[in-house]
């Protein structure tokens, strides 16, 4: 039988693999179960959605925001290359609160595996990582399909 780690006082083992570890500045451990990138990667077939400024598909620009992000560009990836591109609108965008939980609904009613902005805030991250649902960051106004692309060689170089 596999020992279990310890570390910071938790008991990992049984988690193993299927968790990770985010430690805090104060001695704190978080478990994340999220889908890690690697995960995303293995997948022959997937999806990732792009936080963007309008309807412009590839050519759009990165939003520089998550959840007020003006339209999100759906970019479907199967073997490597992009199958399909789709612009969906976000049903957010002009709530002053709470915008972020009803982003992320959206990406699981969408099925989307990967999200691509800037930053995420705690709310959304949170719940995101709770969906499985694998983050990166791409610089704002970046061209789609550049964030897209610099996306698939992280995941390639993880």
């Known amino acids: 039988m ?41 997948m022959k077939k997937f999806r990732i959605a792009v936080a963007t400024n309008g309807k412009g598909g590839l050519e759009d620009a990165v939003s520089q925001v998550f959840g007020r992000a003006t339209t999100f560009t759906l970019v ?13 609108d ?26 691509i902005a800037p930053e995420f805030g705690p709310g959304a991250s949170t ?12 610089k704002s106004c970046t061209r789609v399909n550049n964030a897209v692309e610099e996306a698939l060689k992280k995941l390639k170089s993880k």
């Open 76 to 88: 479907d990836i199967e073997n490597g290359e992009i199958q399909k591109v789709k612009v969906i």
């Open 2 to 42: 596999k020992s279990a780690r310890v570390i910071h006082g938790l008991e990992i083992g049984a988690l193993e693999g299927r968790c990770r570890l985010d430690p805090f500045f104060d001695g704190r451990v978080r478990v994340s179960y999220g889908l890690h990138r690697r995960d995303v990667l293995r």
């Open 127 to 138: 719940l995101l990582e709770h969906h499985r649902i694998a983050m990166t960051s791409a």
């Open 90 to 115: 976000n049903p957010a965008v002009t709530y002053e609160h709470g915008a972020g939980p009803i982003v992320v609904k959206k990406m699981v009613d969408s099925k989307v595996n990967m999200v």
